[in-house]
């Protein structure tokens, strides 16, 4: 036994550091989702009662699992449902007890199997975020809520229907078949990838929401120890720390928004351009690459790059035609002009734009008008421009976006 | 662990009797059938007649009331289905997959309740 310290705190950080480890191992060895998450909650409950009183075990992680097995079997016993899969269970787990002091019990990583799970298609997209934020990341319901802007118990009741149909449609907890594995492992990436999105879009304040991008490159970097040969998933994680890499500097003191030419370029993070710049380079070693690795090489471009001017936009432009020749998407295009526009013309920016124009759905998109403006703006066509910002302030979902956009048009002159 | 999948597609949609299509398209369900079979995966399986046979029963207040007609007027209808025995939901959908009519409808992958 050690001292009796801290017991809170001990908890708190076994359940942002250890939650997945010790979750994937209990659901491996009890097969049973809800009933391993829920029994590690009452684990965690009894923790924060004997540890501040007896103080914390020598292996906390191995405390934690032995006795969430005890209650997995309460939990069985109280239930009124004696069907063969429960007794089965219940004798396995009567004949696996051991002491909560054993120091030596290892704890098998399951996580990989437990990523795989928690982010299969039988899951509605949503589901699959919110699950892998809560078996992996050890969020709680409340702080997944908050992230995506849900009520808590909508999101229970989601989090809920969720494990149900894991258990009862007979979704295993393994890893995929090899002929699923490569498909299967980029819905893994697009839940981490999604997670990160959904963080760059937090306004101001919404502090939940911003730590979602630090949750995604977390799950990134789990997901690459797991799969240290996968080139696509350094590669996100390569474009996830590249883009955290100016968090500081995309908003102004009073949380404007400040464009990349205006961005105070000594305040990127250099820890995570290295990193990032590194990653990508290995992502990028294998053909053919991959959209993540290839959208990190153009954010690694921008990460080298020593001012706005000394840019290296031709390099921009042709890994966009790379990235556009494999993944056809027109909103690749609409970076791909303003890069142009810098290493050729606006005129030539504005060329590749009118090429995607025809594609009705720009028509509604927002970065496509606010490129338009820009471009027709550095031309002096400014009454076009103001026309183009309007379209594009009508667009903007996010306030600071309207305004930096109106303090553009306001530059205008159109008389 | 049992699974049900449950062939749903337009009953115009498809490969129709009479076309060039139509012989491949039911041989591939022979193959399917065969493969299921050979796997020892098959439980049942069974095509059904046209929409145009069904006709809907229920009882209200101990009175039976029957109507022409599929359960619901849906575009897509039932066709057919087959039990298998898989392991897991991945192998339930890989098979499902290989169904002939999953290229021209849809197959719900069901598992099936056992009380024990």
Redesign the interface.
């Known amino acids: 036994m050690l001292p009796p310290v801290h017991a809170q705190s001990l908890v708190a950080r076994l359940i942002r550091e250890d939650w997945g480890r010790i979750l994937s191992s209990l659901v491996s060895s009890i097969g049973d989702f809800s009933l391993a998450e829920d029994s590690l909650q009452d684990a965690v409950v009894s923790a924060l009662e004997v540890w501040s009183k007896d103080g914390a075990p020598r292996n906390p992680d191995a405390w934690l699992i032995t006795v969430a097995r005890r209650k997995a079997l309460d939990r069985i016993r109280r239930s009124q449902v004696a069907d063969r899969k429960s007794s089965e269970l219940a004798l396995w787990l009567e004949q696996h007890h051991s002491d909560p002091e054993d120091r030596e019990m290892s704890i098998p990583d399951h996580r990989l199997e437990l990523i795989f799970t928690c982010c299969h298609p039988a899951l509605e997209e949503k589901s699959r975020v919110a699950l892998t934020l809560r078996a992996l990341g050890g969020l709680s319901t409340e702080e997944i809520a908050n992230a995506f802007l849900d009520k808590p118990a909508a999101m229970a009741a989601r989090l809920t229907r969720a494990k149900h149909k894991l258990g009862a449609a007979g979704v295993a907890f393994k890893l995929p078949d090899p002929q699923d594995i490569a498909e299967r492992t980029d819905t893994v990436l697009s839940v981490i990838y999604l997670i990160f999105t959904e963080g760059c879009h937090a306004t101001n304040g919404e502090m939940m929401r911003e730590n979602l991008v630090q949750e995604a490159i977390r799950l990134g970097r789990i997901l690459t120890s797991l799969l240290p040969d996968h080139a696509e998933a350094k590669g996100l994680l390569a474009l996830m720390l590249l883009s955290d890499s100016r968090r500081l500097t995309r908003r102004g003191d009073s949380g404007e928004f400040v464009p990349l030419e205006a961005q105070n370029r000594a305040r990127w993070d250099q820890a995570r351009i290295s990193e990032g710049v590194a990653l990508t380079e290995t992502a990028l070693r294998r053909a053919p690459a991959g959209r993540y690795g290839l959208q990190a090489a153009i954010s690694a471009v921008h990460a080298q790059a020593k001012s706005f001017d000394a840019t290296d936009w031709p390099q921009i432009v042709a890994l966009y035609d790379v990235l556009y020749a494999r993944f056809p998407n027109p909103i690749l295009r609409i970076n791909q002009a303003l890069a142009l526009s810098y290493a050729d013309s606006p005129e030539a920016g504005l060329r590749l734009l009118a090429s995607v124009e025809d594609d009705g759905k720009l028509a509604s998109y927002q970065p496509f008008h606010a490129c338009r403006a820009d471009l027709l703006a550095r031309l002096g066509r400014h009454l076009e421009a103001a026309e183009s910002y309007r379209a594009a302030i009508a667009l903007s979902r996010a306030p600071e976006e309207a305004s930096f956009l109106e303090t553009r048009l306001s530059a205008l002159r159109l008389n | ?1 049992q ?1 049900m999948c449950l062939i749903y597609n337009a009953e115009d949609n498809g490969p129709q009797p009479g076309t060039e299509e139509f012989g491949p398209y039911m041989q591939g369900y022979m193959d399917f059938t065969e493969e299921v079979r050979e796997a020892g995966k098959l439980l049942g399986g069974e095509a059904l007649q046209s929409v145009s046979t069904a006709t809907t029963v229920s009882v209200r207040g101990g009175k039976t009331e029957v109507v022409d007609g599929p359960f619901a007027e849906t575009k897509e209808q039932l066709g057919g289905f087959y039990i298998l025995d ?9 098979y499902a997959a290989k169904i002939p009519d999953a290229a021209y409808g849809r197959v719900e992958v069901r ?1 099936v309740m056992i009380f ?1």
Not at chain 2, 86 to 94: H, I, T, V
């Open positions: 662990m699974f898989c392991k897991d939901l991945d192998e339930a959908l890989a598992p024990d």
